[in-house]
Each structure stands twice: as structure tokens, then as C-alpha cells.
């Protein structure tokens, strides 16, 4: 059985050119440069950026939505103090991702 490398990870940073998470204020969750560190940091990772354009019905796209609309929705039963604030990482992604 071969073992499996730790992968080094990435800068969670906010601010400046080499952010790879995006600010609370502008929707949380990971940029597009952040996905691409973390994706050289772990080859065969699926890693995707959020959904947040306008998708067809039934699409990938829109099943991956509602399965992270699920997912973040039991988030928020687990942290009651961040579903409250409407400024927390966590609201601030569901709405970026139109939940």
C-alpha cells in the first residue's frame, strides 16, 4: 500500500494580490487563484469555485448548489451564533452562492 504525501496547505489570506480566500464582506469562500493553489497543493482534487451565476435548472451546476445549500444549512443548525449574525463567513457564503 503506497502512502499517501501530506499536502502543504495553502495561505488563507485575505487581503492583497495573493489572496486566496475572498473577504467576509464581499461573499466569503475561496477565490479562483485560491482554488488553483489548493488544486497544485493536492493533485486529482475537484475542488470548484462557488456557483454564482444564473444556471439551468437540473444542470451540475444547479445540483451542486443545492447540495452546498443542504450542506451549509446544517451549518447553521450547528452555529446558531454565526446564523444569526448576518455578517459571518458562513451567511456571507450562502448568500453569495444564493441560498
Known amino acids: 500500500m503506497a502512502t499517501r504525501r501530506r499536502a502543504k496547505?495553502?495561505?488563507?489570506?485575505?487581503?492583497?494580490k495573493?489572496?486566496?480566500?475572498?473577504?467576509?464582506?464581499?461573499?466569503?469562500?475561496m477565490t479562483k487563484k485560491g482554488v488553483a493553489a489548493h488544486r497544485r497543493a493536492n493533485p486529482g482534487s475537484k475542488l470548484k469555485t462557488?456557483?454564482?451565476g444564473k444556471v439551468k435548472k437540473g444542470s451540475k451546476a444547479a445540483k451542486r448548489r443545492k447540495s452546498y445549500c443542504a450542506r451549509?444549512?446544517?451549518?447553521?443548525k450547528k452555529f446558531p451564533k454565526?446564523?444569526?449574525?448576518p455578517n459571518s463567513r458562513l451567511r456571507q457564503a450562502r448568500k453569495r452562492?444564493?441560498?
Open 82 to 85: 454565526a446564523a444569526k449574525n
Open 9 to 16: 496547505p495553502i495561505r488563507r489570506t485575505t487581503k492583497g
Open 50 to 52: 462557488a456557483v454564482t
Open 97 to 99: 452562492w444564493k441560498c
Open 72 to 76: 451549509s444549512a446544517g451549518q447553521m
Open 18 to 29: 495573493s489572496a486566496n480566500y475572498r473577504p467576509t464582506k464581499s461573499g466569503a469562500g
